[in-house]
């Protein structure tokens, strides 16, 4: 059973960047898509983006100029960097893996990042 | 962007009960169409899956139908633990995935 965990600052002031690690065990990262997407009450469930082990990327475009991801094959993580954060950025932030490009079917916890100075 | 819409966003029902949930696309996904539960607290967790089938695991009392532009979850008969609210996602366009405002399902 594949396992996925967030982790990574809580808060985060705003106009800085929010910097996010997903650790995936029970299994290989290698394969498969690798998702962020993030919940608030005010947007409900928003997807960010997602990246292949290949390194292909796809960004939600109203995130696009703001993401990066990457993946580190070697130790089973991928990484999420958000520039310029301000108040809307607060949410839960959740991983997940997408087994063959149309469905999450492994999510990790959630990780609230609340944007406050 | 393809627009999700979700009804009723809550309803009332009783242990027992058949339940069904809406969804509806701004423009058709032939069968791109995922359904997810979540609790509070929980992260969404993935019942059905293009549209009608069910993810390992999942009890037989979900199922889903559907296809273009409408689908629909039914529960067949609600247990306790199926209190919860539940999201649509369409899977057509992968360059942007998005996901329904959620029905919440609570106690009549």
């Known amino acids: 059973q594949m396992q996925l965990q967030e982790s990574g600052p809580g808060l985060v002031k705003p106009s800085e960047t929010l910097s996010l690690t997903c650790s995936v065990s029970?299994?290989?990262?290698?394969?498969?898509?690798w998702n962020w997407i993030r919940q608030s009450a005010e947007k409900g469930l928003e997807w960010i983006g997602r990246?292949?082990?290949?390194?292909?990327?796809n960004y939600n475009p109203s995130l696009k100029s703001r993401v990066t991801m990457s993946v580190d094959t070697s130790n089973n993580q991928f990484f999420l960097k958000m520039t310029s954060v301000t108040a809307a950025d607060t949410a839960v932030y959740y991983c997940?893996?997408?087994?063959?490009?149309?469905?999450?079917?492994?999510w990790g916890q959630g990780t609230l990042v609340t944007v406050s100075s | 962007d393809i627009q999700m819409t979700q009804s009723p966003s809550s309803l009332s029902a009783s242990v027992g009960d058949r339940v069904t949930i809406t969804c509806r696309t701004s423009?058709?996904?032939?069968?791109?169409l995922n359904w997810y539960q979540q609790k509070p607290g929980k992260a969404p967790k993935l019942l059905i899956y293009?549209?009608?089938s069910l993810q390992r695991g999942v009890p037989s009392r979900f199922s889903g139908s559907g296809s273009g532009t409408d689908f629909t979850l039914t529960i067949s008969s609600l247990q306790p633990e199926d209190f919860a609210t539940y999201y649509c996602?369409?899977?057509?366009?992968?360059?942007?995935?998005?996901f329904g405002p959620g029905t919440k399902v609570d106690v009549k």
């Open positions: 990246i292949h082990t290949s390194g292909n990327t």
């Open positions: 293009a549209a009608s």
């Open positions: 997940a893996r997408d087994l063959a490009g149309d469905k999450f079917d492994s």
């Open positions: 996602q369409q899977s057509y366009n992968f360059l942007l995935f998005t």
């Open positions: 423009q058709s996904i032939s069968t791109y």
């Open positions: 029970g299994g290989s990262i290698s394969v498969y898509y």
